[in-house]
């Protein structure tokens, strides 16, 4: 799991939790992620190990080519 501060908001957002793709640093590399709304931000989920989240990287989430969210990893 990563945790993340959010900075960006919209509707997805709201589900609670939803499936994206999530891009870490300024990486091209795209991840399959599994993100759930916690009390504190949210915890995104790797199926496949994610190369090298450090925190106060960010870390943006897509769904095709939008962005849907991101945050500060923790």
Same mark, same amino acid.
Request: glycine share 10%; charged share 25%.
């Given at each position: 799991?990563?945790? /993340?501060? /959010? &900075? &960006? !908001?919209?509707?997805? /957002? *709201?589900? #609670?939790? @939803? *499936?994206?793709?999530?891009? &870490?640093?300024?990486?091209?590399?795209?991840? *399959? $992620?599994?993100?759930?709304?916690?009390?504190? +931000? =949210?915890?995104? =989920? @790797?199926?496949? %190990? $994610?190369? %090298?989240?450090?925190? #106060?990287?960010? $870390?943006v989430f897509y769904d #095709?080519? !939008?962005?849907? +969210? +991101? #945050? !500060?990893?923790?």
């Open positions: 799991w990563m945790t /993340l501060y /959010l &900075i &960006i !908001y919209n509707k997805y /957002l *709201d589900m #609670g939790e @939803f *499936d994206c793709k999530c891009k &870490i640093r300024h990486s091209k590399t795209e991840y *399959d $992620a599994h993100v759930t709304k916690t009390e504190n +931000g =949210f915890k995104v =989920f @790797f199926p496949e %190990a $994610a190369r %090298a989240p450090s925190p #106060g990287q960010s $870390a #095709g080519e !939008y962005v849907i +969210g +991101g #945050g !500060y990893i923790e």
